[in-house]
């Protein structure tokens, strides 16, 4: 009798723990579309060997958003960049140019755009946005301005000389994008009474923090604030960017593999 009551209590939560996982088929309001999970091991059976095939193959279903839960990992998988690259392409070639794309550039783009939304919920490449035009521009600069070899490095008694003006400039595109960012924060604290509190972000978190004083600071200034985002677009645009660009280089010169 005792077995009977174990059987049937463990048949009935793993039917409901079925059901609950399974019935997010297509999304709620803040989740994108994706299959139906198994309990424990979630969507895992629906990626094989080539897991960008098998992307693409549920793109058809769910759209080029695509929620999946890896085991007990939540994973969105965004697939419209090659769509992206596509319309842009044939847009330029409508123009009469010749339509060829600066995939380094274009990259670079793509993930600084990513984290505008993640830190800010802006889109920075909006044309229609002046602030988000010069913090991209003003950023660029930094990046390679930082990437530049710069003999002072090597030679530090050169380092008051700055003989290729590497830190000066540096120090002027750095300012113009702490002072665009101090535009973007005040703009957020003004804003924030009104503010839907679900969609929250990176920038939100930051403001929001709370500590209890003693390991730590009780809350986080303004300027770390700012430099914290500020990091989060030096620490993960071109790394992130290059990292899929070479993905891109070695898929194209080993085509079997795609
Ligand atoms: C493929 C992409 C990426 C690669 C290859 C990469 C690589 C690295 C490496 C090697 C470090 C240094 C770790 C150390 O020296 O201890 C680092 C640190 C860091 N990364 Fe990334 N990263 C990537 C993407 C990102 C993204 C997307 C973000 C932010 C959204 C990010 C934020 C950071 C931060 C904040 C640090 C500094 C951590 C610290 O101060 O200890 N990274 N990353």
């Not at 600084?112 to 521009?137: I, Y």
């Not at 973007?184 to 969609?199: D, I």
Request: aromatic share 8%; with cysteine; glycine share 8%.
């Amino acid at each position: 009798m005792m077995s009977v009551l174990v059987w049937s209590s463990l048949f009935l939560s793993a039917a409901l723990i079925l059901l609950s996982s399974r019935k997010k088929k297509s999304g709620n309001g803040n989740q994108p579309p994706g299959p139906p999970g198994w309990p424990i091991i979630g969507n895992i059976l629906y990626l094989g060997t080539v897991p960008h095939q098998d992307f693409y193959k549920l793109r058809s279903n769910y759209g080029p958003v695509l929620w999946l839960k890896l085991g007990s990992i939540n994973t969105m998988c965004i697939d419209n960049l090659i769509e992206n690259i596509e319309e842009d392409t044939s847009a330029v070639q409508t123009r009469g140019e010749l339509g060829e794309v600066d995939l380094s550039q274009y990259l670079f783009f793509v993930a600084f755009n990513l984290l505008g939304k993640l830190t800010l919920s802006r889109d920075l490449l909006d044309s229609q946005s002046k602030e988000g035009q010069e913090f991209v521009a003003a950023m660029k600069k930094v990046v390679e301005w930082t990437g530049k070899p710069n003999l002072a490095d090597f030679l530090p008694f050169l380092k008051r000389l700055d003989p290729q003006g590497i830190k000066r400039n540096l120090m002027r595109d750095m300012g113009c994008s702490l002072k665009i960012m101090s535009g973007f924060v005040k703009e957020r604290v003004e804003e924030q009474c009104n503010r839907e509190k679900t969609n929250k972000d990176f920038l939100d978190g930051l403001l929001e923090y709370e500590g209890d004083g003693k390991e730590g600071p009780d809350r986080i200034s303004d300027q770390n604030v700012k430099i914290t985002i500020l990091e989060m677009f030096f620490a993960g645009s071109e790394t992130t960017s290059s990292t899929i660009e070479g993905a891109i280089a070695e898929l194209l010169r080993n085509p079997e593999f795609m």
